[in-house]
């Protein structure tokens, strides 16, 4: 079976930067399961793994305009300790959950602080950079009526609920 829209897919990968540093890998843990043309996982690998199937590898580079988008100094906000629950546990670093200005949730990382302000950032963290993944499709299979209709996947490798 070939990985197109509503498919259910999984995919075993290494993550490398532009200096060949792994930033993330499945290897250990089940496999990355998602679902084709439902938006889950990037867009440039998930356009790299269209028409592939069970037994196929690949490795694709892709830049940050098909992945997490560029850098932007926009996204970095200062804003008073205060704001913070317990602003003196806040350290560089660390992420919290915030709303953006067109309401929706999105996490921010702390880059920087004092003692008036803590500055932080809301750009992925893996904005800006090029994107090297190792891929090894796994699987690939219809899913079921649940997962369609949440547009993810259920279960081993995929969300729970």
């Given at each position: 079976m070939r990985i197109e829209a509503n498919?259910?897919?999984?995919?075993d990968y290494v993550l490398k930067n532009d200096?060949?540093?792994v930033l993330d890998s499945s290897e250990g843990r089940e496999g990355l399961s998602y679902l084709h043309g439902a938006g889950n996982i990037i867009p440039g690998l998930e356009k790299a793994l269209a028409d592939k199937q069970a037994g196929d590898a690949l490795n694709?580079?892709?830049?940050?305009e098909d992945a997490y988008g560029e850098r932007s100094d926009e996204m970095k906000q200062t804003v008073p300790r205060e704001m913070f629950p317990s602003p003196e546990q806040v350290s560089v670093g660390m992420q919290f959950h915030a709303q953006s200005p067109d309401g929706q949730m999105m996490v921010?990382?702390?880059v920087d602080?004092?003692?008036?302000?803590?500055v932080v950032d809301g750009n992925h963290p893996l904005a800006g950079e090029n994107l090297h993944f190792e891929v090894q499709v796994k699987e690939v299979r219809e899913p079921t009526q649940e997962e369609l209709e949440h547009g993810h996947v259920h279960g081993p490798g995929g969300h729970d609920h």
């Open positions: 498919k259910v897919v999984t995919i200096a060949g540093e694709v580079s892709i830049t940050p921010v990382t702390v602080l004092n003692d008036e302000h803590i």
